[in-house]
């Protein structure tokens, strides 16, 4: 019998019943399995090296760990928004390099790796997600830990080339070496981390298809995220039912919901939609584009500049289309309430997804999950959003051509019902496929069954003294 699900994120809900597609797996799966839940306080400026702090215990555990004002500055909004997510989202030119950002991050992963070690045993499942944990394995490997660690990075897996951009790049691979696994969102991403270690002298490729780096072995696969369909769907049905959704948004919505982020491709689609609006005959039908974007990271100065380059965009549209009865582009800069948001996504007529690059993202998920099937809207998708690598029945834009994307909105406000609902069914099986349940399950049964870690130089010293490691794929033998 195998021990528990230990889950770490840097984001931990503090909620007794959480929300939200990815919260919701993770919560599904330690209900079921008992264990712990491991993430960064939301309060900051609490003790930083005195233990984990527990927030919740019920069928399992949620423990954090506080971060520093510093710490929070140098670790989250420093090396891992200002370094790690413009290179994984292509955008070298926004990448801000300080050598102390660095340190901090190394310092935190070191940190969390100690208070975390003591917790576990060797026969758990230790399941780290995303960016800002890429050397958290390596560091409990430090620390003797000999359960297996898996790895799942919710953003897209960097181009080789911008690799070069990190202050010291050969760490990049040698800390996804000390995981057993590494889960990644789509084929895509993971042809790009096997191309990095083809490169890479150090690395050697089984015939298995794992990756033996040194003399540590792992295995590189794809496992697509989902969200909950048929709760989303109960969601969008029951708002429908409750008609309080606003009267006056317009027959012809179009829809937009993202984090403002300049990875969503924000600015191009506002052009895109001026550009559909300047072909438009006055005699057609009018539609709104209703975009939902609330403010993120906003001390990184990346994201200061989207959000001005966006007001600039829609006031100047809606100078030149609007009429006194009619707003082009209404822009909400706050969340929406998730109920709410699965009513809006019924009623829109169109959704656009046009990130410039994008791990999965769940907006496309949830748009189609949340349609009427008799009479559903049409999705317009990025072909750099991972979610394209699945949904392919739905209109797919580059998200660079402001002329493919303004004639993708007109397409898809005259397709004949009959089309709507055959591509509609296409996306919504490939939206079923990849249900988060199914997702989470299946990342946890492929980390079950890779091979243990045995470490050199005899059992794991959790009190703190560094040991080398290695892991084979043979068994060991007495
Ligand atoms: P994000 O970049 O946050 O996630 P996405 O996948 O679209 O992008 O998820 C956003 C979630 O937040 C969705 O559930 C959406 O409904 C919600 N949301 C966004 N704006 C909102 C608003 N204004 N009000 C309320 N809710 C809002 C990262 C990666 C993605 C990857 C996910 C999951 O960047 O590529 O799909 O993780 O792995």
Redesign the pocket.
Known sequence: MSGKLVVVSNRIPTDAAPS???VVAVHDALEQSGGLWVGAHPERGGPTDDGLTEIARDSYTRLAFHLSEEEYDNYYLGFSNSVLWPICHGRIDLVEIERCHEATYLAVNRRVARLLAQHIEDDDLVWIH?YHFLPLAQELRRLGVRARIGFFL???FPQLSALSTLPTPDDFARWLAAFDLVGL?TRRDTARCLEMFRADPRAEFMPDGTVKFHDRVLAVRSFP?G?EVDGFAAAARAQQDAADLGSDLGDRLVIG???L?Y??GLPNRFRAFGAFLGARAPEDPRASLLQ???PTRERVAAYRAIRTELEEIAGRLNGEFATLDWTPIRY?H?????DL?AGLYRRSAACL?T?LA???????K?YVAAQDPDDPGVLILSRF???AEDMTDAILVNPYDITEMADAISTALAMPRDERRARHEACLAAVRDSDVAVWADRFVACLRACPPTLMVGGPGDRAGNLLPYTKHAEPEIQ
């Open positions: 939200g597609g990815l995303d919710h953003i897209p969102q995220i969200i919901v993202d984090r982020d990875s969503k939902i974007a609330p909400i706050h969340a929406v309430e998730r948001l997804v990130s994008d791990g999965m993202n769940l907006v496309a949830e959003a991972g979610a």
